[in-house]
T-cell receptor
Framework: GDSVTQMEGPVTLSEEAFLTINCTYT??????LFWYVQYPGEGLQLLLK?????DKGSNKGFEATYRKETTSFHLEKGSVQVSDSAVYFC???????????FGQGTRLTINP | SAVISQKPSRDICQRGTSLTIQCQVD?????MFWYRQQPGQSLTLIAT?????????ESGFVIDKFPISRPNLTFSTLTVSNMSPEDSSIYLC?????????????FGSGTRLTVV
């Protein structure tokens, strides 16, 4: 079945550091890919998405590119802030399926 | 996108009791989803609720333990029955978007349940 694998956490960085959180997926067909963010004590918010190969999703300085050849959707940000501290989830939705399939989540902590 | 109001936001319950979680959406939606997020874990889909039909449960989840109601297109409840400490989790409801591929799903703020 469909699955998503994220890099192990937790990840701790200093402010203004470069961030990469790896995400790879296994799916039949051509899924849509998402990154969700969960701030402490809150629900999930959609951060960015991509619906087809080579699409780049971007929001709040975060970017991720849909790479079909490597089945990846790595999340990047050039300069992180303390306010970026949260748990990040990579997810996919396969066309025709009703549900989201989530990766295990990566906890990110940014120190001032 | 839809706005979801979920309550309670948190609760501490005695083992053996039941808790009903409510999810109210500000627009009519076809499908509503209930997820469980165990401590330090990812989200696992419990069931999908369509208005006017029985909920569809994922493997490992049963109606007797997690009964769901969906009386109309804007509201759903999830009950966690006969609770044990293993049920301590965050429970989230989610709704579909008319343009799912582009807008994904919207999530409620979650119910943080602790069973003692």
């Amino acid at each position: 079945g469909d699955s998503v694998t994220q890099m192990e956490g937790p990840v701790t960085l200093s402010e203004e550091a470069f961030l990469t959180i790896n995400c790879t997926y296994t799916a039949t067909g051509y899924p849509s890919l998402f990154w969700y963010v969960q701030y402490p004590g809150e629900g999930l918010q959609l951060l960015l998405k991509a619906t087809k190969a080579d699409d780049k999703g971007s929001n709040k300085g975060f970017e991720a590119t849909y790479r079909k050849e490597t089945t990846s959707f790595h999340l990047e940000k050039g300069s992180v802030q303390v306010s970026d501290s949260a748990v990040y989830f990579c997810a996919l939705n396969n066309r025709g399926a009703q549900k989201l399939v989530f990766g295990q989540g990566t906890r990110l902590t940014i120190n001032p | 996108s839809a706005v979801i109001s979920q309550k309670p936001s948190r609760d501490i319950c005695q083992r053996g009791t039941s808790l009903t979680i409510q999810c109210q959406v500000d627009s009519q939606v076809t499908m509503m989803f209930w997820y469980r997020q165990q401590p330090g874990q990812s989200l696992t889909l419990i069931a999908t609720a369509n208005q006017g039909s029985e909920a569809t449960y994922e493997s490992g989840f049963v109606i007797d333990k997690f009964p769901i109601s969906r009386p109309n297109l804007t509201f759903s409840t999830l009950t966690v029955s006969n609770m044990s400490p293993e049920d301590s989790s965050i429970y989230l409801c989610s709704v579909d978007s008319p343009d799912r591929a582009n807008y994904g799903y919207t999530f409620g703020s979650g119910t943080r349940l602790t069973v003692v």
